[in-house]
């Protein structure tokens, strides 16, 4: 209840942000203007870009890196898990989806025809 009370406050504000940030590129002429935004499918951020990118591991090497990183227990970084959106929802929710185990040749294949497709102006969905 407490985040979700958080991110009530916080979502719409960084909502505000990005769209903003998304105008003035378009008004520089951007081409393609790259979202990282680790809670655009949990807010629902989908309608500001053309594509959603998706950079998935298996649950497995997440639990290492987060004990790593956050200096967690295995059981602190599994219930941090639980709380996020799974790997086959953001899956079914993206129309590119990388994975940061692979090969750097493998990713760039991945990436090239994505970049290929992006849109020649910033028209449409307001971002990419």
């Given at each position: 209840?407490?985040?979700?009370?958080?991110?009530?406050?916080?979502?719409?504000?960084?909502?505000?942000?990005?769209?903003?940030?998304?105008?003035?590129?378009?008004?520089?002429?951007?081409?393609?203007?790259?979202?990282?935004?680790?809670?655009?499918?949990?807010?629902?951020?989908?309608?500001?870009?053309?594509?959603?990118?998706?950079?998935?591991?298996?649950?497995?090497?997440?639990?290492?890196?987060?004990?790593?990183?956050?200096?967690?227990?295995?059981?602190?970084?599994?219930?941090?898990?639980?709380?996020?959106?799974?790997?086959?929802?953001?899956?079914?929710?993206?129309?590119?989806?990388?994975?940061?185990?692979?090969?750097?040749?493998?990713?760039?294949?991945?990436?090239?025809?994505?970049?290929?497709?992006?849109?020649?102006?910033g028209s449409g969905?307001?971002?990419?």
């Amino acid at each position: 209840e407490r985040l979700k009370s958080l991110t009530d406050i916080v979502w719409p504000e960084m909502a505000r942000m990005v769209k903003e940030q998304i105008r003035e590129a378009e008004a520089q002429g951007k081409a393609v203007c790259v979202l990282d935004a680790a809670v655009l499918l949990e807010a629902g951020w989908q309608d500001m870009v053309h594509e959603v990118w998706t950079a998935v591991i298996p649950e497995e090497e997440a639990v290492k890196r987060i004990m790593a990183r956050d200096g967690l227990s295995e059981e602190a970084a599994r219930g941090r898990l639980r709380s996020q959106m799974t790997n086959s929802q953001r899956v079914e929710q993206s129309q590119v989806v990388l994975c940061t185990l692979w090969e750097p040749d493998v990713t760039r294949k991945q990436v090239s025809p994505g970049l290929a497709a992006a849109p020649a102006s910033g028209s449409g969905g307001g971002g990419g």
